[in-house]
């Protein structure tokens, strides 16, 4: 016996710590230590081989020759594997070799994710994929986004994808409990996130597969490699970016002289700005602790994560404590693979009251007014009609939501080779429980009967969702020859959804001193419950046959059932096939392997459905009405009215079913010098048919005036372009660039009750009661705004409702200017979607920054049409309301709500973060240490005139939460 | 496992609920209701009427407003989507409100259909439904009869030719047909006259439910229009109806005008058919609590009408405040006008504060006291009033019924002067008994009560010859094309029932 010495190093001379080093044919193995150095004994005499791999590298292995009683130096240098990483990419209950994939498969992996102080997942990938789009709902922390892949399939059901956490298909509707039910998710533990687009690759998924599906991937313990201890943390601070348009106090008493002397009485002596009152520099931090590490047969991970992170509105925090277990063992002799997840987090949210009233209260009114002790020596109006105090709401009304939510799962693989050569048996079991409580409270001093019909309001909603998977499947995966491979896989999936809803409201305290902890003593309580159930069973098989590396077509068949439909719809067939064309490997392609590295066509078609329209929904149903909206019919004996709790039959279509999407996608992946510049082009149309859409039935064919029916039918189609490319690759100085641009066009192809000039209001704004400012068409694009075309003066400014001239242009020419005039124009879909990454080394310094934008979006300004006017100040009584600045350009005196003066084009390119990194060289006991400072949003570029261009999926710029811009200092060290 | 059958937890599959005996009633109710409130869950969620805010698809608040807002009666300062266009007459055929009554009419017409449906004898029998059930059937079923009445009368009156269904088309049937104004009519009439002797004596129902008087009533007030859809006058008919009420004896004047339209109003003598509120266990924001607050704002306090809340809407026209010899109401107590820094005339329609608030609806009850709670009213609405059945009759007369007299006209409507002036004083001779006079006096006694333009229509002075201030669309206000007698079948029915056609004109 003798033994082996020696160093593992990088490429570059570095060693690598950790790196594994076994004797072949035996279970004799041992890790590098920090200097990269290992020691094996025992090594039998004789030739020997040994291997040593890291992950990341290849696996390198070297034959020697040991005599007895000899130390042998034999050092590795390893080299970076970037195949080895790519090689596979995972789709619905499983994976391919990335050669075989033949969906529109877009995969982004840890060191491509977005840098900030990140609270939601899905945020990591913003602009990184072609044809996503990821649009924060608002600047909150840890606040919700929409999510939509190639534009909106739906109408009325849901638009965002099916999210897949380590084959865990999760309920991913909002609760009260927490801002975004993704929150859970503590990002820093996720491993990939690969975004499923065309329906080769998400038919597997059938009935939920229209909105395309993403799937992460979390990071896993590996075999075989030493304890790891890795640290991550972050402080951040961030402020309002902007500054809203409202008149300040000094303009604010300028206008009131001139406009309305006769109310300058009602004119306060202060200086206020409401929004430096209840906005602030927030701060925020983050602490995650990773061990990850394994023996022979198994690893194992383990996360845990604190997260703080304050609002730019008072109070406004989220707060998140999560953990992650990860566990993966092979055993009988590797036939069975077992792998465990359970990972889980309490968010905790402190909800702010909006900021709304900002944009309204006089900015001569001071913030407190101590002898107003009704209102708790805040300044209030006490008038149910004039708004509140921001600072007030902000400091009186506790508003706290709680979530705890786990999943967990348990995957097994048994392989059957001694059966059948190649095949084995799947399963996986898997829950995911969400429960949580929002409490309100609202003290007497904060509201009263004198701005509402209560004195202090206590509400608490206790909710429950829970949903248990049951997956089981047969994969047979086998290469027949050398030149035909076959994938087969069949399963069954059981997936039940429950959802119970609990909520409590006491109004008119007793007392205020119990806060939210005691709504039973209130003077009237209002009990509410909601319970929901429902359930998808799934059959589905998919093969891939991969002839002679140059084609490859899968297959893919799904039957899913739903409780969701009736039982002469609730199934559903939705099938998929795809091919590929490996061009590179045909024969007489062998001269266009010196200018492509990779050069594949793909065409695929396939079927995929949209469930996601609630519950019992097919079903002739009753609803009993509640307390307060019951009916006199008589008295009782004693001369008290009795009341009746009534009866509804509901509207309902016991025909309903499936909506479907069919769609075709033609791609081309393709790769240049030596994969320095590779991408892919996409084509696709998408025809979303039998739309679940509420409309307006034939009056007196059903119970009601709208029912939800399978009308019409929508189309999306459009381009999307991925490229990477290596600018530099040199040992100094690397630099990469990746950008994506997308462009998608969603079209109401057809409702069958909507046609000619009518269409279906949508878009409500603020101002007035049941304004609506968009309307879905035949023709015209999804919520296209539906506005007065407003006629400009010689100066280009709006005419307005002083001047003695028509201000819309009659566009029926029949001399009345009404609802008939409206016109569609433009819509808050962009046309364009745009990304672009760069990444940038240099020695030790790291430089990162993502760039994104759209183009042809456009935004009503809400903020501006229910502010811009004078009567703001007239037109009520006691009390006057802040002005927008466009008052000061339009003069209007009322306002001109439906005006296409306020849909502007916010078309934008916005700096979304930019990094700067520096890594220092490993040192004894430290395997890494990185130092960073990351600029979240820094620069927008774009002619929006409101704050932010980006106001969410709907284009209604509507005083939303601000979103901040900030810094980020942090510091990833690994052990 | 491949069950997929999942039953609701919050609602009631048919089998379900209709296995209790008292379901029969609480359908009914909810026709009743449907009247009242916007949907199964008070003040708003759950509603009934989809495709607008729900507050507005209140029955009674969308019936008002296209009764009183084209009116000289009313004016209101919001600028909700098309609202401006119902106080200028310039509506058009994607109108919300007009949306909201349309849809509303045909939602209870649907509920009647369904509840007959359900409440015949055949599934009566088979559902093993109580003796006592079944005896009160055929009244519940004669009750549902005249509510589809009442609401087919508003569908003719409002939009002239309208889609026609019973409770012989199924749900899910095909689009049904659309039905002439006439037609309809007599459809009401022969209905009416079937379920008369079905319904309860006059003044037994319990308070609340429709008896004999209510469809003699609605008998009195579709005869004496009828000319307007087509029909031939018949104004016996019309006398014999307004005969059968008085003899009845089950109705009598209020002491006290503004007693009517207070808090405690259900103890109204006068009501023949009332739609009811309560602040507690009936909220709504339509109906009376609409009227209310709309009605508050200016220098007025709200807590002095029962309520926390001004909401700067309705006022009236000078048109209105001049009918009456002065506006304080010291003479004729029915002008109820606040007028403290209000003008008279009404410059800008969205300024409260121009034209005179009408605090006519309050939330207080006859003794001063408010009413439960401050936002939602208990101040129960008149859809029928027995003050109204003296103007039918003394206008049935004047229009030459034969089976009536003018004296006994002239002492029913003294009878109405003498509660106004609380004295002889306004007393009228024979001579000064005219149409005119009526039209006029019917709006003293029974503005905001949502008579005003179906008046204005049978006196011809809705569109043309009636001007008032902003009818039009100009301050002064101008005659508007009679097309606007009846509103537009609103678009989204055209494009979803192939067999309708417009209104001429829109």
């Not at chain 2, 023949?272 to 602040?279: A, E, L, P, Q, T």
């Amino acid at each position: 016996q003798g033994k082996v010495q020696g160093v593992a190093t990088d490429e570059n001379g570095e060693p690598l710590i950790g790196a594994t080093v076994l004797l072949v044919g035996s279970s004799r193995g041992t890790a590098t230590d920090f200097d990269g150095n290992y020691l094996l004994e025992n090594v039998p005499s004789g030739e020997q081989q040994i291997r040593a791999s890291y992950t990341g590298y290849a696996d390198l292995t070297k034959t020697i020759t040991v005599a007895d009683g000899e130390t042998i130096t034999l050092d590795f240098t390893l080299g970076e594997d970037v195949e080895v990483l790519d090689e596979v990419v995972v789709i619905g209950y499983g994976s391919v070799r990335k050669e075989d994939a033949t969906g529109v498969v877009a995969k982004v992996t840890t060191k491509d994710f977005n840098r900030g102080a990140i609270v939601s997942p899905e945020q990591l990938i913003t602009g990184k994929v072609a044809g996503v789009q990821i649009a924060p709902g608002d600047g909150s922390p840890g606040g919700g986004s929409a999510i939509r892949i190639r534009g909106a399939t739906s109408l009325n059901a849901s638009n965002e994808p099916l999210f897949v956490v380590d084959g865990m298909p999760l309920d991913n509707e909002g609760t009260a409990g927490g801002r975004n039910p993704l929150n859970f998710i503590n990002p820093s533990d996720i491993e990939s996130f690969t975004v499923l687009k065309d329906a080769s690759a998400t038919a597997i998924y059938g009935s939920r597969g229209a909105n395309g599906v993403i799937i992460i991937t979390t990071k896993k313990g590996e075999a075989g490699s030493r304890p790891r201890v890795n640290y991550d943390g972050y402080y951040t601070v961030n402020e309002l970016r902007g500054e809203p348009a409202m008149l300040d106090a000094g303009a604010f008493r300028d206008l009131v002289t001139f406009h309305a002397p006769s109310r300058l009485s009602q004119l306060g002596n202060a200086n206020t700005n409401w929004f430096d009152e209840t906005l602030r520099t927030a701060q925020g931090q983050s602490h995650n602790l990773s061990v990850s590490g394994g023996g022979q047969d198994y690893g194992y991970r383990i996360s845990a994560g604190f997260q703080e992170l304050e609002g730019i509105i008072r109070s406004s925090e989220t707060e998140r404590i999560s953990y992650a277990l990860n566990y993966n063992h092979k055993l009988l002799d590797g036939n069975l693979l077992i792998n465990t997840n359970l990972r889980g987090a309490r968010t905790q949210d402190v909800f702010d009251p909006g900021i709304g009233a900002a944009w309204e209260l006089d900015p001569t009114q001071p913030v407190l007014d101590p002898a107003n002790t009704a209102f708790g020596g805040y300044f209030e109006y006490g008038n149910p009609l004039a708004p509140r105090n921001p600072v007030s709401a902000i400091e009186q009304r506790q508003d706290l939501g709680q979530s705890f939510r786990n999943i967990g799962n348990m995957d097994m693989e048994l392989k059957l080779d001694n059966l059948l050569e190649g095949l084995s048996l799947k399963g996986n079991v898997g829950f995911d429980i969400n429960q949580g409580e929002r409490t309100t409270f609202e003290p007497t001093t904060f509201v009263n009967t004198q701005v509402a019909n209560y004195n202090g309001r206590v509400r608490v909603e206790n909710f429950t969702r829970t949903n248990y998977l049951m997956d089981a499947y047969l994969k047979y995966q086998r290469s027949l020859n050398e030149r035909n491979r076959l994938d087969l896989t069949v399963g069954y999936s059981y997936q039940d959804f429950n959802e119970e809803y609990p909520i409590f409201e006491g109004q008119n305290l007793p007392t205020d001193q119990f806060g939210a902890n005691r709504p039973d003593i209130a003077e009237d309580v209002f009990p509410f419950n909601t319970s929901f159930e429902n359930r998808l069973i799934s059959f589905w098989g998919r093969a891939i046959y991969s002839f002679d590396d140059r084609y490859v077509l899968t297959a893919t068949l799904r039957r899913d059932g739903s409780t969701r439909f009736g039982p002469e719809n609730r199934w559903g067939l939705f099938p998929s096939a795809a091919l590929a064309w490996r061009v590179l490997e045909e024969n007489w392609a062998e001269g266009l392997n010196d200018l492509f590295s990779d050069l594949k066509f793909r065409v695929s078609y396939g079927v995929t459905g949209n469930q996601e329209i609630g519950d019992y929904r097919y079903l002739s149903q009753y609803a009993i009405s509640d307390q307060r909206a019951r009916y006199q019919i008589g008295y009782n004996a004693d001369g008290t009215p009795i009341f009746i709790n009534t009866a509804r039959p509901d509207a309902y279509d016991a025909g309903l079913k499936w909506e479907e999407t069919t769609s075709f996608n033609a791609g081309l992946e393709f790769g240049f010098g030596n994969g320095r510049i590779s991408g892919s082009l996409e084509y696709y149309v998408q025809n979303t048919n039998d739309l679940l859409f509420d409309v307006n039935v034939a009056a007196g064919t059903n119970l009601s005036d709208r029912v939800l029916t399978n009308v019409g039918e929508l189309q999306n189609s459009g381009v999307e372009l991925s490229l990477t490319g290596t600018v530099v690759n040199t040992p100094e100085l690397s630099w990469s660039l990746s950008g994506n641009i997308a462009y998608n066009r969603t079209e109401v192809l057809e409702i069958s009750n909507i046609a000619g000039s009518g269409g279906i209001l949508r878009g409500g704004i603020s101002g007035g009661v049941g304004n609506n400012i968009q309307i879905l068409r035949v023709g015209g694009e999804i919520d296209a705004f539906y506005v007065y075309e407003h006629i400009l003066d010689e100066n280009g400014n709006p005419v307005n409702d002083v001047a003695d001239q028509p201000m819309y242009v009659d566009q029926n020419e029949d001399g009345v200017i009404n609802e008939a005039d409206r016109r569609l124009y433009q819509s808050p879909a962009p046309d364009i979607i745009y990304g672009l990454t760069s990444n940038l080394q240099f020695k030790g310094f790291d430089l990162a920054m993502t760039l994104r934008g759209a183009v042809g979006n456009y935004v009503y300004n809400n903020n501006a049409s229910n502010r811009g006017f004078y009567n703001r100040i007239t037109g009520l009584p006691g009390f006057m309301n802040n002005v927008h600045e466009s008052a000061l350009v339009t003069g209007f005196r009322n306002p001109q709500y439906f005006s296409d003066y306020y849909v502007e084009d916010a078309s934008f390119m916005r700096l979304d973060n930019i990094t700067l990194g520096y890594t220092f060289l490993p040192k004894r006991g430290v395997s890494s240490l990185r130092l960073y400072v990351t600029g979240q949003n820094l620069l927008v570029f774009t002619r929006y005139s409101g704050l932010d261009p980006e106001v969410g999926i709907g284009g209604i710029d509507n005083a939303p939460y601000p979103r901040p811009m900030g810094f980020i200092f942090g510091a990833s060290l690994g052990l | 496992c491949t069950d997929l059958d999942v039953q609701p937890r919050n609602n009631l599959t048919p089998d379900v609920f209709f296995s209790t005996d008292d379901s029969y009633e609480r359908f009914l109710t909810r026709i009743y209701a449907g009247l009242a409130v916007t949907g199964q869950a008070g003040p708003a969620g759950n509603a009934d009427i989809k495709s607008l805010d729900e507050g507005f698809s209140s029955y009674l608040r969308q019936y008002w407003q296209l009764q009183e807002l084209p009116t000289d009666e009313a004016v209101i300062a919001w600028n909700d989507d098309g609202l401006p266009d119902l106080v200028t007459q310039s509506w058009s055929s994607n109108n919300q409100f007009v949306r909201a009554m349309y849809y509303r009419v045909f939602f209870q017409v649907s509920m009647v259909n369904e509840f007959l449906r359900e409440a015949t004898d055949e599934k009566l029998d088979a559902r093993g439904v109580s003796e006592e059930v079944v005896a009160q059937m055929p009244t519940f079923r004669a009750e549902a009869r005249f509510l589809r009445a009442l609401s087919y009368w508003h569908a003719i009156d409002l939009f002239g030719n309208v889609p026609f269904f019973t409770e012989d088309q199924a749900v899910g049937a095909t689009a049904p047909r659309q039905a002439g104004r006439l037609e309809v009519l007599e459809y009401i009439q022969a209905e009416l006259k079937e379920i008369e002797p079905l319904m309860a004596e006059p003044g037994t129902a319990a308070y609340g439910r429709a008896d004999r008087a209510a469809v003699w009533m609605l008998q009195a007030k579709i005869g004496l229009n009828a000319p307007v859809y087509g029909a031939t006058p018949a104004y016996n008919e019309v006398v014999d109806a307004c005969n059968n009420i008085i003899n009845s004896g089950a109705y009598a004047l209020m002491d006290t005008y503004h007693h009517n339209f207070l808090a405690d109003n259900d103890r109204s003598s006068e009501f023949i058919f009332s739609v009811n509120f309560d602040g507690e266990a009936t909220q709504t924001f339509g109906g009376t609590t609409y009227l209310v607050h709309a009605a508050l704002g200016g220098n007025m306090t709200d807590a002095n009408y029962g309520v926390v809340g001004a909401w700067g809407g309705l006022r009236t026209t000078p048109s209105l405040v001049d009918l009456f010899p002065d506006e304080t109401g010291n003479i004729d107590e029915r002008a109820i006008f606040f007028t403290d820094g209000q003008t008279k005339a009404v410059g800008a329609i969205n300024e409260f504060t121009n034209g005179y608030a009408v605090p006519k609806y309050q939330n207080v009850t006859s003794d001063g006291t408010a009413g439960q709670d401050p936002t939602f009213v208990d101040t129960d609405y008149p859809m029928f009033r027995f003050a109204e059945v003296h103007l039918i009759y003394a206008e049935a007369v004047l229009r030459g019924a034969t089976n009536g007299d003018i004296a006994t006209a002239v002492t029913l409507i003294n009878l109405l002067r003498e509660r106004a002036y609380d004295s002889a004083a306004g007393q009228i001779t024979a001579d000064e008994l005219t149409l005119d006079f009526i039209l006029d006096e019917r709006a003293r006694e029974l503005y905001w009560e949502g008579h005003r333009r179906t008046d204005l229509i049978r006196f011809g002075q809705f569109t043309e010859k009636g001007i008032w201030a902003w009818k039009g669309n100009v301050a002064e206000g101008q005659e508007t094309p009679t097309f606007r007698n009846v509103y537009p079948i609103p678009v989204e029915d055209l494009l979803s029932n192939p067999n309708l056609v417009q209104n001429d004109g829109y």
